[in-house]
């Protein structure tokens, strides 16, 4: 009796296919993705039924965190073509006398998040190189009426891009005497229109009660 | 998945090769899977939204210009309170009233019968079924209207309505930022045409004070 040839070697499976496939899925993603940044405070936004997406550029976003403290961003995150961070900066410095350099002022257009450093830290907090050690310096943008820079960061942001919008996002916890004082602020400068960062939400409305 | 190949050797001529020689792709693959997985988790997918507000412009000079003047009997008063609770008052606190305020209703933030919602909704009937029946209408395709003239359609509704309340909207120190959302989003579910943010006076954070049981710390300005 002839002896049945087992095949020695495992079949052969082509993967060309599923390769074509990921790589398909992988140009996707990498063309969609938007690196989604660590703020430096941890926030929940509340929920709302507005369907309107968050502009991508010329805004500025006021971060408002449980602990009271105010983070600035403008356009969200690494700055867009026009460069306006850099010089929103420049007028800062002028205006405390602090001679930011180039090197500086590009540190500050590539800062990814939002950041809340008092001006007179802001030198110090750009020549850091480690992440951990900068974090130290994000205490919040003062706000008090004696050293008011939140209105200082308003008015240049708005010199600068006078199409600039003002978003706020703030936790869903924090304290309503910061986020009036903050409006208080934006409309001594003439902001009256906010956008409230908000996450999506479906609404319930019973029809046939009120009907009745 | 590797595999060996066995090369045979002696015997005979040898064979040129037919087919292309095989590349294993099992790395490449592995690879793949790798980067795909991390573009996936990084990747943020849903963008947030955001809710438009318009706040009235402040007075800086009471001389050169006056409050706008509203009509009390559409005034609705809401104040946020503390533990996500809302109370209300229509109408005005005239000075004369001082000594004794009027009560506040409590509610909150529900949908229910205790919520504000079904509150507004009651208020606000005849322009919600209005608006109601102009979007079924644009649902139903009786309407063929583009997304921006839908909006300018209910705005235009909203505009010439003149029953439903005037809702103005005060916090209490101790509301938190959500609450002031929630209730902006409550008045865009429930269709109020007229609503605004303005300051609370040193009465009605009395009125909260008594009605919630907290101490009286009165900080509003009593002008």
Known sequence: ?212 | MAEIIQEEKGGGKKKAKKHAPHIDMTPMVDLMCLLITFFMLTTAFSKAKVMEINLPEKIKDPTKQEAPRISASRTLNLILGPNDKIYWYPGAVKPEEYNSLPPVTELDYSAEATGVRQMLLERNRALFKKIDEFNNEVLTGKLVLTPDSVLKSIAQLKKVDDTGPIVLIKAYKKANYGNFVDILDEMNICGIARYTFVPIAWYEEKMVETAAGIAPTTTASTK
Not at chain 1, 10 to 22: A, G, N, W
Not at chain 1, 121 to 140: H, I, P, Y
Request: charged fraction near 25%; proline fraction near 8%.
């Open chain 1, 1 to 212: 009796m002839p002896k049945i040839k087992l095949p020695t070697k495992s079949p052969h499976i082509d993967m060309t296919p599923m390769v074509d496939l990921f790589s398909v899925v992988l140009t996707f993603l990498m063309l969609t993705t938007t690196m989604r940044q660590q703020e430096p405070a941890p926030v929940d936004t509340p929920y709302s039924i507005s369907e309107k997406p968050t502009p991508d550029f010329n805004t500025l976003t006021l971060l408002l965190s449980k602990d009271d403290k105010v983070f600035l961003n403008f356009d969200n995150g690494p700055d867009t073509l026009l460069k306006y961070r850099p010089k929103i900066l420049a007028e800062m410095g002028k205006r405390y006398n602090i001679e930011f350099t180039d090197a500086e002022l590009r540190e500050f257009e590539k800062y990814p998040t939002s950041i809340g450093v008092p001006i007179l830290k802001m030198k110090e907090f750009l020549n850091t190189k480690e992440n951990k050690e900068r974090a130290v310096f994000q205490t919040g943008i003062p706000i008090d009426s004696l050293d008011n820079q939140l209105a200082l960061w308003i008015l240049f942001a708005r010199q600068v891009n006078p199409n600039i919008q003002a978003c706020i996002k703030g936790d869903a916890k924090t304290g309503f005497p910061i986020v009036q004082k903050v409006l208080d602020i934006m409309q001594d400068k003439n902001v009256n229109k906010f956008n409230l960062i908000t996450s999506l939400e479906a609404a319930k409305i019973n029809l046939q009660e009120i009907q009745k």
